[in-house]
């Protein structure tokens, strides 16, 4: 019952959501999305290409003769502008028609792996990243280490993946 | 025939192109006959051969754009401080040109797929292919600079050059990918 009621929920947000006035003018306008859309796939590029930096010196298999702080130092500023920019051309695009969206199992699924990949970056910086010191330089990063650069390198793969799919199950042909 | 591509949020093509009685014919003939060739059709029979393509295609876009940032975010003094341009250079430059080859063969693979969406007078795809050509040229031109001196890229009285350089080269790779993503919605005709 609690379940039906939450998705009910859902389901008027939505709906209130493609209702609004900036929803409805990106939608109707003819650049409005495809701009939004294109800025979009240039943000998420440089997210997966930036962070794929990080994760392969995590995973020891890049840029060894730089220490894994430096790296990140680099990189992460990189990688939060471009996902601040992605998130928001994400959010405007969903608005447009966000009950189909919502329904669509490509978009459901990169959200669950966007979730796990917040998840997994949570976990290495609360946990994992503490030690860093220890293995900064010089010798290999510790498993923990290399397992949350393969599981995020993974995830984004996924995210850019599906985000595709999306494409071709929303508006086929 | 089969069409992946997009449409605006409605889904309709943008754009209907006026076509002139004897202009490019040539290319539309051949982009024809290209749709009616054997290679074309089985591409198209075996659907996961597209999808997979692009998805290789937009994997080395993001390897091509990280690359290109983090060359441009060394000029501008920004990033990698601790290396040399050329050490940066050395390390990144190789990816870039490895995401240009993906980006051939599997551009060249969507075009033998569907020719018509590109090769039937695209204006976004012409201008793509442009715009592609001189970002080569400014690739080479930056390699060779490097090559031959050095210091003017590590020269802080041609700092705002070297920085106007690299910003506009990023923004140009930018717009090669956005003009990109446009040729869905103007592959009518």
Sequence with gaps: MKQEVDVQFLTELCGWLEGTALATWIAESWWAFPTIESLHVVAITLVVGSIAVADLRLLGLAWRSRPVTDVLRDVLPMTWVAYAVALLCGALLFITQATKYIDNSAFQIKMLLMLLAGANMLAFELITFRSVSKWDRGVPVPLAGQLAGAVSLACWLGILVFGRQIGWTMYPG | MLSVGLGNASGKCLWKRPRRETEGVEMHEFAQWLAGTALSHQIQIAGWVIPLSQTIHILAVAMLLSSMLFIDLRILGVAAKSETMAQLSHRFVPWVWTSLILLALT??????????????????????????????????????????HTSFWDDPRRRTLTRILAGSSFLLWCAIVITGRWIAYFQGA
Excluded: D, H, Y
Aim: no cysteine; aromatic share 8%.
């Design chain 2, 107 to 148: 551009g060249t693979l969507q075009i033998v797929a569907e020719p018509m969406r590109t090769l039937n007078g695209n204006p976004m795809f012409q201008v793509k292919m442009l715009m592609l050509a001189f970002g080569i040229v400014v690739l080479l031109s930056f390699q060779s600079s490097l090559r031959r």
